[in-house]
C-alpha cells in the first residue's frame, strides 16, 4: 500500500518569497501523484498532477511540482507567495488496484505579509 | 460543468440518531470515494465505488456505517446510530478511470456535528 509523508504540518513564507512544500511517497512503482489545495470550509481542489509524463509539472495558481524518482518525491513550489495562497496542502498518490488515494497529513501554509 | 453535490453541507444532530448524507457525483464518472476528514487522522478513505459497485470499505470504521450507491448519479452515505466521535466533515468525490491517473474531484462536503 502507498504511504505519502508531508513534512512540517505548518510553513510559514513572507509575502513574495518561494513557497516549498515537500512531499514524499512511497512505492516500487512511481504512481500518480497529486496536490490539491483546500481552503477553509471547502473541499478540495487539484492543483496539480503526476501520470509519468514530463517530471516537472505546471499546475494552477503559478504552482508547480517536480517528480523525482530517485528521492521519490514530489516537493510542490511557488516562486512567489500571494496573501491568498495561504490554506492547507495535500499530497496524494494513486497506487493502483482498489485502493483510493491516500493522502498525506496536510501542510497548513501561513503566509506573513 | 456541474462539480460534485453534497447535501446537506452542514448536520448537527444528537447521539443515536440516524444521519444520511448525500452525493451526486459528476455526470460520467465511473468511480465515487467517500472520505472522511478529522484534525486527529486527517483525510480517510471509508469507502469507493466502481460503476455503482462497492469495491472496497476497509476504511468503513464499523456497522453504524453504510454506504449506497443505487445508480451513476446518486450515492449515501449513512450513520445509524450516530455517535459523537463521528463527528467531522465527510467528502464525497467521483472520478472518470482513476487508474489511468485521472483525478479525483472533490465535493465541499458534510459538516456533521454530533451532541
Known amino acids: 500500500a502507498q504511504s505519502v509523508t508531508q513534512l512540517g504540518s505548518h510553513v510559514s513564507v513572507s509575502e513574495g518569497a518561494l513557497v516549498l512544500l515537500r512531499c514524499n511517497y512511497s512505492?516500487?512503482?512511481?504512481?500518480?501523484l497529486f496536490w490539491y489545495v483546500q481552503y477553509p470550509n471547502q473541499g478540495l481542489q487539484l492543483l496539480l498532477k503526476?501520470?509519468?509524463?514530463?517530471?516537472l509539472v505546471k499546475g494552477i495558481n503559478g504552482f508547480e511540482a517536480e517528480f523525482k524518482k530517485s528521492e521519490t518525491s514530489f516537493h510542490l513550489t511557488k516562486p512567489s507567495a500571494h496573501m491568498s495562497d495561504a490554506a492547507e496542502y495535500f499530497c496524494?498518490?494513486?497506487?493502483?488496484?482498489?485502493?483510493?488515494?491516500?493522502f498525506g497529513k496536510g501542510t497548513h501554509l501561513i503566509i506573513q505579509p | 460543468d456541474a462539480g460534485v453535490i453534497q447535501s446537506p453541507r452542514h448536520e448537527v444532530t444528537e447521539m443515536g440518531q440516524e444521519v444520511t448524507l448525500r452525493c451526486k457525483p459528476i455526470s460520467g464518472h465511473n468511480s465515487l470515494f467517500w472520505y472522511r476528514q478529522t484534525m486527529m487522522r486527517g483525510l480517510e478513505l471509508l469507502i469507493y465505488?466502481?460503476?455503482?459497485?462497492?469495491?472496497?470499505d476497509s476504511g468503513m470504521p464499523e456497522d453504524r456505517f453504510s454506504a449506497k450507491m443505487p445508480n451513476a448519479s446518486f450515492s449515501t452515505l449513512k450513520i445509524q446510530p450516530s455517535e459523537p466521535r463521528d463527528s467531522a466533515v465527510y467528502f464525497c468525490?467521483?472520478?472518470?478511470?482513476?487508474?489511468?491517473?485521472?483525478?479525483?474531484?472533490f465535493g465541499d462536503g458534510t459538516r456533521l456535528s454530533i451532541l
Open positions: 512505492s516500487s512503482v512511481p504512481p500518480y
Open positions: 465505488f466502481n460503476n455503482n459497485v462497492p469495491i472496497d
Open positions: 496524494a498518490a494513486y497506487g493502483g488496484g482498489a485502493d483510493g488515494l491516500t
Open positions: 503526476y501520470t509519468s509524463a514530463a517530471t
Open positions: 468525490a467521483s472520478s472518470f478511470s482513476p487508474g489511468d491517473g485521472q483525478p479525483q474531484h
